[in-house]
């Protein structure tokens, strides 16, 4: 079975850091790209970063360029996001998804003083 | 960036009923790379529709995908009571890949 088990998120102050962790299973997670999609509370879906599955090809929203940064480990099975220089605006449930098919459960970062 | 602007933002209807949300991009979207998911509360989103008209593994075939060019629809064809829930569209072809705003199926 497919899971996406997400850890890592809490409240941070504005300014903070936070990395986000997405433990892979029940597939080869090697072939795979990866994403992060967020969701504010009460809003849509926001896309914010996508890795290939070879970690050479990274991608990022505007609003979070130069700010988070994406990585996996291939050999743990695992998929991150740094996240730097929070903001307020950065407060949102963030779901890692394989490609776009399966998803984890969504952690919640609350950016807040 | 490509914009998905979808419509309407809430559609009321009864189970039975017939439902087509729209989805319309700012610019040309590949066919391949256009989705549907359906999401609802305290949930991730669930991919139904991808490649414009290819169902995911599970998915009803009351769903349906079509379209071309900037203007997508997700058709389901009748509507079963597990079905009202927000539904999204996402360009996904290039190196931003963005959602729709979303349009809300709820009961009449």
């Known amino acids: 079975e497919v899971q996406l088990v997400q850890s890592g998120g809490g409240l941070v102050q504005p300014g903070g850091s936070l990395r986000l962790s997405c433990a892979a299973s029940?597939?080869?997670?090697?072939?795979?790209?990866m994403n992060w999609v967020r969701q504010a509370p009460g809003k849509g879906l926001e896309w914010v970063s996508h890795?290939?599955?070879?970690?050479?090809?990274?991608y990022y929203a505007d609003s979070v360029k130069g700010r988070f940064t994406i990585s996996r480990d291939n050999a743990k099975n695992s998929l991150y996001l740094q996240m730097n220089s929070l903001r307020a605006e950065d407060t949102a449930v963030y779901y890692c998804?394989?490609?776009?098919?399966?998803w984890g459960q969504g952690t919640l970062v609350t950016v807040s003083s | 960036e490509i914009v998905l602007t979808q419509s309407p933002g809430t559609l009321s209807l009864s189970p039975g009923e017939r439902a087509t949300l729209s989805c319309r991009a700012s610019?040309?979207?590949?066919?391949?790379?256009l989705a549907w998911y359906q999401q609802k509360p305290g949930q991730p989103p669930r991919l139904l529709i991808y490649?414009?008209?290819s169902r995911a593994t599970g998915i009803p075939d009351r769903f349906s995908g079509s379209g071309s060019g900037t203007d997508f629809t997700l058709t389901i064809s009748r509507l079963e009571p597990e079905d009202f829930a927000v539904y999204y569209c996402?360009?996904?072809?290039?190196?931003?890949?963005?959602f729709g705003q979303g349009t809300k199926v709820e009961i009449k």
């Open positions: 998804a394989r490609y776009f098919d399966r």
């Open positions: 029940g597939f080869i997670f090697s072939n795979y790209e």
């Open positions: 890795i290939s599955s070879s970690g050479n090809t990274l």
């Open positions: 610019q040309s979207v590949s066919s391949s790379y």
């Open positions: 490649a414009t008209s």
């Open positions: 996402q360009q996904y072809g290039g190196s931003v890949r963005t």
